[in-house]
């Protein structure tokens, strides 16, 4: 996948489950103070419902796409600095190349 497209989507998902967590604590909650509280339990339930899967999929689409921006940028880093030296990073780091 490249890179590019990584970041894009990684900003995407934070931004969004960021905006998510503002309104939350911004207008829902400060709604709940409002409202009876049998009126707020009831729709809290029903929100909690709805929102569930789809704030635990944003936030797993944040994670996956951050470690895979993390893993690009670093492999991407590592190409570059190979270049830059003339020299080209071990195929496998960590493993010591056997001479004869």
Do not use: C, W
């Not at 604590?25 to 899967?53: C, E, I, W, Y």
């Not at 990073?89 to 960590?94: D, F, K, L, Q, S």
């Amino acid at each position: 996948m490249p890179l590019r497209l990584v970041k894009g989507l990684a900003l995407l998902s934070t931004g969004l489950l960021s905006g998510t967590f503002v309104y939350g604590a911004v207008n829902v909650a400060q709604t709940f103070k409002a409202v009876p509280l049998d009126v707020r339990l009831t729709f809290h339930s029903a929100l909690m419902r709805m929102n569930g899967s789809v704030v635990q999929t944003m936030m797993a689409l944040a994670i996956l796409s951050s470690l895979l921006l993390v893993a690009g940028s670093a492999a991407a880093a590592r190409g570059s600095t190979g270049t830059a030296t003339g020299t080209h990073p071990p195929a496998h780091p960590g493993r010591r190349e056997m001479r004869a």
